[in-house]
């Protein structure tokens, strides 16, 4: 199966909350990492967590990290339509530089 | 800018043509990134640069695929006798020693 995986596709309203999850298979993540890419652009770094934590706030980001079940997510406070986007997220692994992909989420963010 | 640049944006090639993408990265940045991403997919590590040499060029899919980094600052990926199948958006990524990388805005490659 994939190393990382992710929901395809999320539909919220402006203002509301928007979550984007992720699961990833190896235990021997040290950083994960959000990525958002806007059409036709490059990714744009977002946010990261180290392993060793639970949660990382940055204005209205919000990364929780769950490792025993290998789940990331971010949470998007008062969502714009800006925010419409594909956001990746991406694992870095103990002794390797390279980043390892999901295939990203692509969040609509409706007026 | 500051950041990692790439070009062309756009490159349109027949099959079995020759092509060089280049990446300028960030200045100062020791370590330098390819990776590839297929339409409707994340991004596939191609290769990686510490300085001059290719620390782990793992990714690279055969041997018509080949990059060099001969002063450890541009970075040209080359491709011999492209195939259809190589059509991507070839992105580029630099940090400082192992930290978090910086991506470039990609080449998009079509092989007609």
């Known amino acids: 199966g994939e190393d990382v995986e992710q929901s395809l596709f999320l539909s919220v309203r402006e203002g509301d909350s928007s979550v984007i999850n992720c699961t990833y298979t190896?235990?021997?993540?040290?950083?994960l990492y959000w990525y958002k890419q806007e059409p036709g652009a490059g990714l744009q770094l977002l946010t990261y967590?180290?392993?060793?934590?639970d949660m990382k706030q940055d204005q209205r980001l919000t990364v929780l990290l769950n490792k025993k079940d290998k789940h990331l997510s971010l949470r998007i406070a008062d969502t714009q339509t800006g925010d419409s986007a594909i956001y990746f997220c991406a694992e870095k692994l103990s002794g390797y530089s390279t980043l390892t992909f999901g295939k990203g989420t692509m969040l609509l963010v409706s007026p | 800018g500051a950041g990692v640049s790439q070009t062309p944006s756009n490159k349109v090639t027949e099959k079995g043509k020759y092509v060089e993408l280049r990446c300028d990265p960030i200045?100062?940045?020791?370590?330098l990134y390819w990776y590839r991403q297929s339409l409707g997919q994340g991004p596939e590590f191609l290769i990686y640069f510490q300085g001059t040499g290719a620390a782990d060029d793992s990714g690279l899919p055969n041997d018509r695929f080949f990059a060099v980094r001969p002063e450890g600052s541009v970075s040209t990926l080359k491709i011999q006798r492209t195939e259809r199948g190589d059509s991507a958006v070839y992105l580029c990524?630099?940090?400082?020693?192992?930290?978090?990388?910086?991506f470039g805005p990609g080449t998009r490659l079509t092989v007609l």
């Open positions: 967590i180290f392993s060793n934590m």
């Open positions: 190896d235990s021997s993540s040290t950083y």
């Open positions: 990524a630099s940090s400082l020693g192992e930290g978090t990388q910086y």
């Open positions: 200045s100062g940045h020791t370590a």
